[in-house]
């Protein structure tokens, strides 16, 4: 729906938005969107994550976007740069943007690019 983070139920395959190797869930709490990306993100998908990002970022009722990666199981520079391009958009529009759950991968290229700190805000763990 437009205005606000959709609620979906994890267990209903109909709420879930199908891409070929991946897929998002969404909830709200608190004025902040927690969106779950599931499956493989890479150059084929990751300007669909960004956007995605971006508008839950952009909806009135949102303080801020977290995104919960405990359910990635690949993840490559150009989805990294996603992740990025969000952080910048909550912090130009004064909303904040964070990484929660992140798997053992995520946490070590998070760790190795030197963004582990900077993505995974305190404000929303």
Not at 27 to 55: I, K, N, R, W
Not at 59 to 74: E, K, T, Y
């Amino acid at each position: 729906m437009v205005g606000h983070c959709p609620a979906v139920d994890i267990r209903e395959e109909t709420d879930v938005r199908d891409a070929p190797l991946s897929r998002y869930t969404f909830s709200q709490a608190d004025g902040v969107c927690t969106v779950t990306p599931m499956g493989e993100f890479d150059y084929s998908c990751s300007h669909d994550l960004a956007a995605l990002l971006v508008e839950q970022l952009s909806l009135p009722n949102i303080r801020g976007v977290a995104v919960d990666m405990s359910h990635v199981r690949f993840f490559d520079s150009t989805a990294l740069t996603s992740l990025i391009t969000a952080y910048d958009t909550a912090i130009n529009s004064g909303r904040v943007f964070g990484v929660v759950n992140p798997s053992a991968q995520i946490h070590r290229v998070l760790k190795v690019t030197g963004l582990l700190d900077l993505l995974t805000a305190p404000a929303l763990r």
